[in-house]
């Protein structure tokens, strides 16, 4: 297979040509969810696949980036791809490209494509890799979008200006079909206001066709079909009510209501504020709490600074590894007053890691006091020699939470 120099290059074009090659397969899939955002589009989408499931419904599911193993990606009819079947399809994506220049997410997204339409369900949920105008996934006639929380993240790539980043992930809405819209800055929501007038596409705005609110530790839900009296979702954080919102607004949209409770109660996502209570490194931490989250920009580091509040009170210690393409600062800003210390890792294995030097003086420029880590292992163990009932929490980053799934099993 002939990768593209790029690993990210934003066009169509050589989606379009194999998937033409393929007898396009795109066409052939069950109806389509299309979600874009910065933050929640996994969640949402989680919630989203729990709730169409538990209205009896099958579910195709497509997402990135995977965790620990690759074939994370692909859910067919509910079920992770068999890792050989998955091997068939890119092996008949690379014979139909016939040698030519294409992206590894391009073709992983044709060879997606084409495993679901060679298999039977209800639906196709596909979360939008990176921006949504010129994303591999935006090649289809979906039935409905939706459009996550919009933040600052992948400047490069999308612009450096809310309202430009914001035109990027709008790219999804197409002519008359209904968006679900979650909540957003003015800037971002009024852009997606302006193209969805141009293309006849409906919208239903959070805060103006839905409210969600967390109520008497209840999660209430409310349009002009009526209200929603449901459990809190099983994910931990307020970003989760929001996210959950926009899951029961989409299965409102479907018709699919029925599902909304399972919605809640039957979502898993790994490496969102997740509890780790098995494995080497919980056995390593002994009595202290250990946790994970993924997230890496501004916008997640607020979010989940407001969800640690909610936990019970313990000294918090952070074991943090970034990407040297994102605002370690802007990240660890909101968590400051949360933490008594941060111990920067690298990330084992990441081309793109920033080094724990440069993570730990991002740290200090964000009043937190810091200091560097072997390894998350060593920072464990230290913290724990120290402080045996801390809570620790792994973040930063995807990558180094999938490289945390993979090692602590």
Known sequence: MALHPKVIDLVLDRVHDLLAALDHPERRIPPVVHIAGTNGKGSTQAMLRAGLEGAGDRVHAYTSPHLARFHERIRLAGDLIDEAELAALLEDCERANGGKSITFFEITTCAAFLAFARTPADWTLL?????????????????????????????????????????????????????????????????????????????????QHWHVTEEAGRLIFQDESGLMDLPLPRLIGAHQVQNAGMAIAALRVLDRAAGAEAAMINAQWPARLQRLRHGPLVDLAGAAELWLDGGHNPAAGAALAEALGRLPDRPLHLVCGML??????????????????????????????????????????????????????????????????????????????????????
Do not use: W
């Not at 035109?167 to 197409?174: M, V």
């Not at 971002?188 to 193209?195: D, G």
């Not at 937190?368 to 120290?386: F, H, P």
């Open 127 to 207: 979360e939008v890799g990176l921006g949504g105008r010129l994303d591999a996934t935006n090649v289809i006639d979906p039935r409905l979008t939706v459009i996550t929380p919009i933040s600052m993240d992948h400047e490069a790539f999308l612009g450096d200006t809310l309202a430009a980043i914001a035109g990027e992930k709008a790219g999804i809405l197409k002519r008359g079909v209904p968006c679900v819209v979650g909540p957003q800055e003015d800037a971002a929501r009024e852009v997606i206001e302006a193209r969805a007038a141009r293309l006849g596409a409906p919208l239903l705005v959070h805060g």
């Open 324 to 409: 040297n393409t994102k605002d370690a600062s802007g990240y660890m800003a909101p968590l400051a007053e949360r933490a008594t210390l941060l111990h920067a890792v690298s990330i084992p294995g990441e081309a793109n890691t920033l080094p724990a030097s440069d993570t730990c003086a991002a740290a200090a420029r964000a009043g937190l006091d810091a200091s560097v880590a072997r390894s998350v292992a060593d920072a464990i163990a230290r913290i724990t020699a120290q402080v045996p009932d801390a809570r620790i929490l792994i973040c930063g980053s995807l990558y180094l939470a999938g490289h945390i799934l993979r090692e602590n099993g």
